[in-house]
């Protein structure tokens, strides 16, 4: 069964910082993985699609790498901003016939001023 | 710029009573998804639409029912409603296409039931 992890589950910065999350996930037969972002009682943003062919992709200040081998992916935010401030949830979706995202609990972001 | 939307935001129901949430998107999508959020558990799948008139089972289904009658609306439905069903609701849609799979989410439905 693909489990996905987030670690940290919280991590706090000050602005201008440039900072990595984590996602794992246990099985490697994967189609994609997908970065999204949260505001406090919003729903989820897409922030970049990384197909499992692709090593990484780049959003302006983020870049979201993938070694689907180790069962890994990086979210880099370079240059920090409070605007940055949000939960960031990964989720991947499995390999096969099945037409659903596995997400992992998400890492809350904040960024001090 | 509509994406996907989800009527209510907000509801308080009593326990046993029924309602039906309502998504609707205007891209053209095949796929649509409803998952359920909650405090630790992450998004879970509670049921999926992979086309019009079809709809098949996620990872929560129980308690629950849905109908795709037409290709840009996917309804959930509560026939009883229980306190264990208090949550964020998420509506999402996707192409079919494996070029494009990435998902799109509404801005959520927030369900008390007490």
């Known amino acids: 069964k693909q489990e996905v992890t987030q670690i940290p589950a919280a991590l706090s910065v000050p602005e201008g910082e440039n900072l990595v999350l984590n996602c794992s996930f246990t099985?490697?037969?994967?189609?994609?993985l997908q970065w999204f972002r949260q505001d406090p009682g919003k729903g989820l943003t897409s922030l970049l699609l990384?197909?499992?062919?692709?090593r990484e992709q780049t959003s302006g200040r983020l870049n979201a790498s993938l070694d689907k081998s180790s069962g890994r992916s990086t979210l880099y935010i370079a240059a920090s901003q409070p605007g940055d401030s949000a939960t960031y949830l990964c989720a991947v979706r499995p390999g096969g016939a099945t037409n659903k995202l596995i997400f992992g609990t998400g890492t809350l972001l904040a960024v001090q001023p | 710029n509509a994406g996907v939307t989800q009527t209510p935001k907000f509801r308080v129901l009593k326990t046993g009573q029924s309602m039906t949430l309502l998504c609707a998107q205007d891209?053209?999508?095949?796929?649509m998804y409803w998952y359920r959020q909650d405090p630790g558990m992450g998004l879970r799948l509670i049921h999926y639409?992979?086309?019009?008139?079809?709809?098949a089972k996620g990872e929560v289904p129980d308690g629950y029912n849905v109908s795709r009658l037409k290709k840009q609306n996917f309804l959930l439905g509560l026939e009883s409603a229980a306190p264990s069903q208090t949550s964020v609701y998420f509506c999402a849609s996707s192409y079919a296409t494996s070029r494009n799979t990435e998902v799109f989410f509404g801005q959520g439905t927030r369900l008390t039931v007490v």
């Open positions: 639409s992979v086309g019009e008139g079809t709809t």
């Open positions: 099985d490697s037969a994967i189609y994609n």
């Open positions: 990384i197909q499992s062919s692709q």
């Open positions: 891209m053209n999508h095949e796929y």
